[in-house]
Each structure stands twice: as C-alpha cells, then as structure tokens.
C-alpha cells in the first residue's frame, strides 16, 4: 500500500526535476542589443518619431536605401560629411541613391539631424 500511494504522490506532483522543466528567460544575443551610446539611442529615437520608417529599413531596401546601405556608404564619415549628410535629411533631394526623391524634412534642427546620422553610422556591420 505504501508503494502505491508514493508512486501515486510522485505522479501528482511532476514525479521529478521540476528545475529542468522550467522556462528560463532568453537571455538577448549582444547583436540583439542596441549599443549603450547616448547619441545612438537619441539617434533610434529621432528616427521613430519622425516619418523615417516609411521609406527605410534597417536591413533592406523599401523606397529608399537601407540604414545599413547608407552605414556603409559613409563609413568613416568626417564631421564635414556628417553636417553635409543631415542637410540632405533636412532639405531632401535625389541622386545620391537614385531618381527617388527623398522627401524634405525642413522642421528637423541640423542637431536632430546630424544625431540621427549617427544614429544610422552606427548600424555599419
């Protein structure tokens, strides 16, 4: 009877490691995580909050290039090229990635543009 009731008591409740059985977080892959620089997080956030994601993508190319394509267009980019760049951002144009006109974003300060610049340098693989 004793053998009966603790394979019974076994049964209900899990009868084993019940440790093994949990679910442990995911713990993020440091590729999945956004880098801890100030002007990288005030760059992503710019971008969310304007009309940027319309026409570009982090990894692919949707109307215009993506952030990544550009990352590696201007790798290394000077200041000079970082202040020309964000002009672009501010007063649209076409050309540099085709006939696609980038539309202009003339309520943007030179400041917001020229992080979110960075912000999209620092996406280079």
């Known amino acids: 009877m004793i053998p009966l009731m603790a394979m019974t008591f076994l049964i209900s409740c899990g009868g084993g490691d019940t ?7 995911v713990e993020p892959t440091p590729a999945a995580e956004a880098p801890k620089d100030p002007a990288y997080e005030a760059g992503l956030a710019l971008v969310a909050k304007n009309d940027c994601l319309t026409c570009h993508k982090v990894d692919e190319k949707l109307v215009g290039p993506s952030y990544r394509e550009v990352a590696e267009k201007y790798a290394g980019a000077t200041p000079e090229k970082i202040t020309e760049v964000a002009g672009k951002i501010i007063k649209g144009g076409s050309g540099v990635w085709g006939t ?3 539309t202009p974003h003339a309520s943007l ?7 979110m610049v960075k912000y999209i340098l620092a996406l280079k693989k």
């Open 100 to 102: 696609v006109m980038m």
């Open 109 to 115: 300060s030179q400041e917001d543009a020229e992080t």
């Open 19 to 25: 440790a093994s059985k949990e679910k442990k977080p």
